[in-house]
């Protein structure tokens, strides 16, 4: 695959663009091959770029955000990869409500900290969820009885053929752990939300307990991409994986955790085939044992 990496280096200097690039690096698994080219975008010029340039040199493009719901197979990514560094941040007060206006490559958690010293209340559910805003409306993140669909009020994105386009309220099609976005080529480059006014010591209190929450139910202090399976309709994945007797078991060096039977975990020196034939293994015996069929929460990329 011939790839001028002289021109990007131009268009976006010689510290955004990286060669044979490792996605372990860039994935809250730690996995995962390399990256022909590994691009740092930061705003939608640079993107254009990018998008034309692969459009016109039939050159796969894959694009990332924080990496903290995907898991990379082995043999890496072919292409490009285009990592969203975009972190526009405006508010417009209007009456009542507050409208904040995010680049999709903002973090949540980086987010949630100006929301607290803004006084802005209505995102404290999201303060923990790993990743940035683009990954969180993609694939409608939420926790603690919330998600992004409550208050989200746009979203502008760009086809792989340059066209910009935005959405309103219902148009993102949101459900569990899906959105509007979930089975298209489309790149989310800003969204705006809706949030209100708050007491900062009881935002701050709200983001502590979610905090604490997280900390004794799950393994945050090990690589992993977060929950690995989506909840079921009639029944909770983990509790029928930790009824199967799995907690614990092992391939290499992936691990069902023992804090939270819902994550695989990285237990130091796991490939991603460890994690997929952990992942494949629990899938079997739960359906072997129970009858129901588990699915992945997160997403799988990257050349078998």
């Given amino acids: 695959m011939n790839i001028n990496i002289d021109l990007f280096i131009k268009k976006l200097g010689n510290n955004n663009v990286l060669l044979n690039e490792s996605m372990a690096k860039h994935t809250s698994f730690k996995t995962g091959g390399n990256a022909d080219v590994f691009v740092k975008v930061k705003n939608k010029e640079e993107l254009e770029y990018i998008l034309k340039y692969s459009r016109d040199n039939n050159i796969p493009i894959f694009i990332l955000g924080n990496g903290s719901n995907i898991l990379v197979r082995d043999n890496g990514i072919r292409g490009i990869v285009c990592k969203m560094e975009m972190t526009g941040f405006n508010i417009i007060e209007k009456e009542r409500k507050v409208f904040v206006t995010l680049g999709s490559g903002n973090k949540n958690a980086i987010c ?26 993609k694939m409608n993140a939420g926790a603690y009885g919330q998600e992004m669909k409550d208050i989200v009020f746009s979203t502008t994105y760009i086809s792989r053929d340059g066209r910009v386009k935005t959405i309103y309220d219902k148009e993102h099609e949101f459900d569990y752990r899906r959105s509007f976005f979930s089975d298209k080529d489309l790149i989310i480059l ?26 004794q139910k799950q393994p945050y202090n090990m690589p992993s991409a977060g929950s690995t399976f989506k909840r079921g309709k009639d029944f909770i994945t983990a509790s029928i994986i930790d009824q199967c007797g799995l907690k614990g078991m092992q391939i290499g060096g992936a691990k069902v955790s023992e804090k939270h039977a819902g994550f695989i975990v990285n237990d130091g020196n796991a490939s991603t085939k460890d994690i997929l034939d952990l992942i494949d293994n629990v899938k079997k015996i739960v359906f072997e044992k129970t009858g129901k069929k588990i699915e992945l929460e997160i997403e799988v990329v990257g050349e078998e």
Avoid: C, H, V, W
């Avoid at 949630?112 to 409306?137: D, M, N, R, V, Y």
């Avoid at 800003?190 to 929450?213: C, H, P, Y």
């Fill in 112 to 137: 949630a900290q100006k929301f607290l010293e803004k006084e802005l209340t209505g995102f404290e559910f999201a303060s923990g969820i790993p990743g940035t805003i683009g990954g969180a409306i």
């Fill in 190 to 215: 800003e969204t705006t939300i809706m949030l209100k006014k708050g007491n900062k010591s009881e935002i701050k209190a709200k983001m502590q307990e979610f905090s604490d929450l997280r900390k």
